[in-house]
């Protein structure tokens, strides 16, 4: 075989491997790949947009195939939750008996968190029994038990999962609420579970807010392309130039080996990390929202300027907007909400959170860092009702005291993203030991000095957060209205900065852990 029949063969197969599932390689919204294939998917799409079952099937299989590109065989999970979720809630819709009911439900419940639970907790789980048996031997005088060893287990996360079981669990408890009645066709509820602008990272989208735009004909309209386009470019910007950027040039740093850092850094390290989780998380978000919207599907916003925010509740009406109502709507109301008296309203507060910090992941710091947001919105809660000038949203509240509140809640979430982004709880406690007693505030000057790529990007990254949204309504409006060869340049723009961010290494979302 010649050498350039061997180049040949070598190019086909890289070329093929591409499209295989690549564990190293998962494919993001933020690689040249992926607007590579959105490319020629989107074309095929526009022909099919006024055909309702050619469109769903299509969008479908592009669906499951990005899925499989992201997580391997692992799209055989949402085949199976899917499957299994269309078949119980038209159990639940034809049974007459409320008990029978509640076993459907109950039987959906089970499927969709035992299989969630397995897979996020089951290590956890394992590790947490044995530590409990070494405790219990050492007590007991034991010592076969004192002595016992383990091995990690080391189960694959298919990514996205923690999302598209909680989606799916809505749909069955919305049909068992009487709110919703069941698709009549299984490949109808495929699409809504494996429609990919949403699928890895949310947002958790309900079932009654999307069913009815499958089977309208996507409007494409140039204020709708332009509106999509200027999220997609804002998603980018986050994630590209701001979070990984910080993440690879200062904060990754910081919290691998605090120790090696003062306090000040360490605390501009906090303040960089909560920066990064947001652009890195509302930048999927709005790649998300853009990409359905040129599909003809709307997502509700996911994120609203968090940090503004003056109180901790305030907060979680603006931060993952869908977990949040989610977590109110199946877990905090079903616990009681605010129906069961004043101490049990803070009580049901606290496990929410403390599940939710769950949710986040398998790991002690997570149900801290869970913990600290129920305390904290039960504390807010006692507040509300002893002082009426601290309003949920703040709206009541004087110019100086927003001020003042907004600086407490952004350095209380701050406190909390410690041990959510720290390895260990030790490594937590690590950095606020730092902060605490090493502080050296002189050092800041070198800081800015030494990391002028961090600090500018810091400043900018904060200064566009507080920026008033009628500039953000000004820009999107002024893409919306551009001219449509502007705007396709506007899309070779947004092309260009993702394959030059692939070339450099691009950084995963974070949310794709959980």
């Not at 200062?250 to 960089?272: C, I, K, M, Q, S």
């Not at 977990?323 to 049990?344: C, E, H, Q, V």
């Not at 800041?444 to 990254?461: C, E, I, K, S």
Request: glycine fraction near 8%; charged fraction near 15%; aromatic fraction near 18%.
């Amino acid at each position: 075989m010649s050498i350039e029949s061997l180049g040949q063969t070598f190019s086909v197969e890289r070329f093929g491997e591409l499209f295989r599932y690549q564990p190293e390689e998962p494919l993001l919204f933020s690689t040249g790949f992926f607007f590579f294939l959105f490319t020629g998917f989107f074309i095929i799409f526009l022909s099919l947009r006024r055909h309702a079952p050619a469109r769903i099937i299509y969008v479908t299989l592009f669906s499951l195939y990005f899925y499989y590109k992201t997580s391997g065989l692992c799209f055989l999970l949402l085949l199976f939750t899917a499957t299994s979720d269309f078949l119980i809630a038209h159990g639940i819709f034809a049974t007459r008996a409320k008990k029978w009911k509640k076993a459907w439900v109950a039987l959906s419940v089970c499927i969709n968190l035992g299989m969630l639970s397995y897979f996020k907790y089951a290590g956890f789980l394992y590790s947490l029994g044995v530590m409990c048996l070494q405790h219990a031997g050492a007590w007991l005088g034991i010592p076969s038990l004192a002595s016992l060893t383990y091995t990690a287990v080391d189960i694959f996360l298919p990514v996205g999962i923690s999302f598209f079981t909680f989606q799916s669990l809505s749909y069955t408890i919305d049909v068992y609420r009487g709110r919703l009645q069941p698709l009549q066709r299984w490949i109808d509820y495929l699409f809504y579970i494996s429609f990919f602008p949403g699928l890895v990272a949310g947002p958790i989208v309900r079932a009654r807010d999307f069913i009815p735009q499958m089977y309208r004909t996507p409007v494409l309209s140039r204020e709708h392309l332009g509106e999509g386009l200027y999220l997609i470019l804002c998603g980018l910007l986050k994630k590209c130039v701001i979070s990984d950027y910080l993440s690879l040039n200062f904060v990754d740093r910081v919290f691998d080996a605090p120790a090696l850092y003062t306090g000040v850094e360490n605390l501009l390290g906090v303040y960089g990390y909560a920066l990064q989780i947001y652009c890195d998380f509302s930048g999927y978000s709005d790649m998300a929202i853009g990409i359905a919207l040129w599909l003809g599907i709307r997502f509700r916003a996911n994120f609203d300027s968090p940090y503004q925010s003056a109180t901790i509740t305030e907060f979680w009406r603006r931060w993952h907007i869908s977990l949040s109502a989610w977590l109110k709507d199946y877990l905090y109301i079903p616990l009681g909400g605010n129906r069961k008296g004043t101490f049990r309203t803070y009580v049901n507060l606290t496990v929410t959170m403390l599940l939710g910090g769950l949710w986040h992941g398998a790991a002690f710091r997570f149900i801290l860092w869970g913990g600290i947001h129920g305390l904290a919105l039960a504390v807010h809660r006692w507040v509300m009702k002893h002082f009426p000038g601290f309003r949920k949203d703040g709206a009541e509240m004087t110019p100086i005291r927003r001020v003042c509140g907004v600086l407490f809640t952004f350095h209380l979430v701050c406190f909390g993203w410690i041990f959510f982004r720290a390895d260990s709880v030790r490594t937590a406690f690590d950095i606020l030991g730092q902060i605490a007693t090493r502080f050296y505030p002189e050092v800041f000057v070198q800081f800015v000095r030494g990391y002028p790529g961090v600090f500018l990007l810091m400043l900018a990254g904060y200064l566009i957060h507080f920026i008033p949204k009628r500039f953000d309504r000004r820009m999107q409006q002024a893409v919306s209205r551009s001219p449509v060869l502007l705007q396709a340049l506007y899309l070779i723009l947004a092309i260009f900065l993702a394959v030059q961010v692939k070339s450099a290494g691009t950084v995963p979302f974070i949310y794709f852990q959980f």
